[in-house]
């Protein structure tokens, strides 16, 4: 169940960022070099800053050259 929910959201969400596009009127180059590769990176920003939290801060940095 976990994998069919998982595909649904997947190909809602590539829906989405390819109406994106259209909607303002950005190349997809553009929406591909700056907002989906945030996107990519948030979940190390926030593992990376747990880490730091925790007291981990060179597994943090190293966590950071790694991503």
């Given at each position: ?29 553009i ?19 747990s880490l730091?939290r ?10 950071c050259?790694?991503?």
């Amino acid at each position: 169940m976990s994998i069919t929910w998982i595909g649904i959201i997947s190909d809602n969400l590539m829906k989405f960022l390819n109406l994106m596009p259209l909607v303002t009127g950005l190349s997809k180059v553009i929406l591909g070099m700056t907002i989906l590769a945030w996107g990519n990176s948030i979940g190390d920003y926030f593992a990376n800053s747990s880490l730091a939290r925790l007291g981990y801060g060179v597994m943090a940095v190293t966590g950071c050259f790694a991503g």
